[in-house]
């Protein structure tokens, strides 16, 4: 995903989210398939079924992009309750623990800062369907079996500002 390929998908009424690396991949992996963001419902309630671009610039020698759909969008009051209702699974699979995802959510987006932005949106992604992983490659994700899963330290937050 090189960004030498960007202009081609690259439209600027398209929501654009910069995302860290490590957070990217996963998305790529068909691990991560929600996305949080802190804000109000109002703010992200018109992406759901709109393309959506994740834009890496952490290495400007080579930053990375993937592109992909928002599905639904919901609405959470907290980062506790967004792990606890989305499934720290779905949203930071490389943490490995919802105490590990909930500490890397907190180093972008403190908690104090979701309370006054108005809480945080989930975002589902929706996978280019070429790159969908097939229904036995979800299960065996989901049960920790696939080669990658569920590692990682979590101590690296995820998320880029937007």
Same mark, same amino acid.
């Given at each position: 995903f090189k960004?030498?390929d960007?202009?081609a998908i690259?439209?600027?009424d398209q !929501? /654009?989210l910069?995302?860290r690396?490590?957070w990217?991949?996963?998305?790529v992996?068909?691990?991560? /398939?929600? +996305?949080?963001r802190?804000?109000?419902l *109002?703010?992200f309630? *018109? +992406?759901?079924?709109?393309?959506?671009?994740f !834009?890496c610039?952490?290495d400007?020698?080579e930053?990375? @992009?993937?592109a992909?759909r928002?599905?639904a969008?919901?609405? @959470?009051?907290?980062?506790?309750?967004?792990?606890?209702k989305?499934?720290w699974?779905?949203v930071?699979?490389?943490?490995? *623990?919802?105490?590990?995802?909930?500490a890397?959510?907190v +180093?972008?987006?403190?908690e104090?800062?979701?309370?006054?932005?108005g809480g945080?949106?989930a975002?589902?992604?929706i996978?280019?369907e070429?790159?969908?992983p097939t229904?036995?490659?979800? *299960?065996?994700?989901?049960?920790?079996h696939a080669?990658?899963?569920?590692g990682?330290a979590?101590?690296e937050?995820?998320l880029?500002?937007q």
């Amino acid at each position: 995903f090189k960004m030498a390929d960007a202009p081609a998908i690259f439209d600027m009424d398209q !929501l /654009t989210l910069r995302i860290r690396r490590v957070w990217l991949d996963e998305i790529v992996a068909g691990r991560k /398939t929600v +996305e949080g963001r802190a804000g109000p419902l *109002s703010k992200f309630e *018109s +992406e759901a079924g709109k393309p959506v671009l994740f !834009l890496c610039d952490e290495d400007l020698r080579e930053p990375q @992009h993937f592109a992909a759909r928002v599905g639904a969008v919901r609405h @959470h009051a907290s980062l506790a309750e967004y792990l606890a209702k989305e499934g720290w699974e779905r949203v930071a699979p490389q943490c490995g *623990s919802p105490a590990a995802a909930l500490a890397a959510y907190v +180093e972008v987006y403190p908690e104090e800062y979701v309370a006054a932005v108005g809480g945080i949106c989930a975002l589902e992604i929706i996978l280019p369907e070429a790159l969908a992983p097939t229904p036995a490659a979800a *299960s065996a994700a989901a049960s920790g079996h696939a080669a990658g899963a569920g590692g990682g330290a979590g101590a690296e937050a995820g998320l880029g500002a937007q």
